[in-house]
């Protein structure tokens, strides 16, 4: 036997068993039945249950479920539904009241600083008066000095409370204008 010969045996016996495993290894399936049965045969078989499944209607007026921003898995299970109180007010939207202490620390320009051994004093504008305070000093009668460095001014509330930073004013050392 040559080679030729031997090559196209083997070709055979693979093709009988690809042949073989395809017949054996074959889902085994009903073939469709014709449609000659009739729409009357059809409605009584899903009257009885056979057929599509039944919609489930209930479940499309359930609320969906809202993920909240801090679930990073959106694959997870939602969290509860957050219990819903009977009265709530409404809180009117806007922005908050501006807060006074702010509103007239705005009002105030560092525009220097003084140092005299351990002693600093600030250089301080309010409208056309030049206030010059010392740390501890109490300005206006609502602002205490609690440090100044060459670039700002730290001031808080007389409480001790609330603080702002004034920093040195750009034009603080500009020619005033006439």
Do not use: C
């Amino acid at each position: 036997m040559d080679s030729r010969q031997r090559k196209l045996l083997i070709l055979v016996a693979l093709l009988g068993a690809w042949g073989l495993l395809f017949v054996f290894r074959a889902p085994r399936t009903t073939p469709p039945k014709p449609a000659a049965r009739g729409v009357a045969t059809a409605r009584r078989a899903v009257a009885q249950g056979a057929g599509l499944p039944r919609l489930k209607r209930e479940l499309l007026d359930l609320p969906s479920l809202a993920y909240p921003a801090e679930v990073h898995n959106i694959f997870g299970s939602p969290p509860p539904p957050a219990p819903v109180e009977a009265s709530v007010t409404p809180v009117p939207a806007g922005p908050p009241p501006p807060d006074p202490f702010q509103e007239e620390a705005k009002r105030l320009r560092f525009v220097g600083f003084l140092r005299a051994g351990e002693v600093a004093m600030a250089f301080i504008v309010h409208g056309p008066e030049v206030h010059t305070v010392e740390v501890g000093a109490t300005l206006l009668g609502r602002f205490r000095i609690q440090s100044v460095t060459e670039d700002a001014v730290l001031l808080s509330s007389v409480t001790g409370d609330k603080q702002v930073r004034l920093p040195l004013s750009p034009e603080a050392g500009a020619a005033p204008k006439r």
